[in-house]
Nanobody, 123 residues
């Protein structure tokens, strides 16, 4: 059974940092583009960042570019999201997701999802 398990969420003040992790099991990790999405309370889920199969390329939503860094460790089947200079508007549940398709940002393009981890940024 495919599983994506996120961790690393928490509460921080504006300007702080968090590092999210997502451990994947039961599929060929290197065959999938990995991404992070987030969902604020009462709003739709939105794309944050994605990383290529080998980790050599990445794309970011403009709202997080320059502050967030996505990376992956293919030996450990894990994808990370380093979040620096956090802002209150970054608050939400963060989900990791997997797709075999390159450079897709739509929620519907992703085949597998984790359960999410809460990030709360206070001003």
């Amino acid at each position: 059974q495919v599983r994506l398990v996120e961790s690393g969420g928490g509460s921080v003040q504006a300007g702080g940092s968090l590092r999210l992790s997502c451990v994947v099991s039961a599929f060929s990790f290197t065959g999938y583009v990995m991404a992070w999405f987030r969902q604020a309370s009462g709003k739709e889920r939105k794309f944050v960042a994605l990383i290529s199969y080998t980790g050599d390329r990445s794309h970011y939503d403009e709202s997080v570019a320059g502050r967030f860094t996505i990376s992956r460790d293919n030996a450990e089947n894990t994808v990370f999201l380093q979040m620096d200079n956090l802002r209150p508007e970054d608050t939400g549940v963060y989900y990791c997701a997997a797709t075999p398709r390159w450079i897709v940002r739509a929620v519907g393009e992703y085949d597998y999802w984790g359960q999410g981890t809460q990030v709360t940024v206070s001003s």
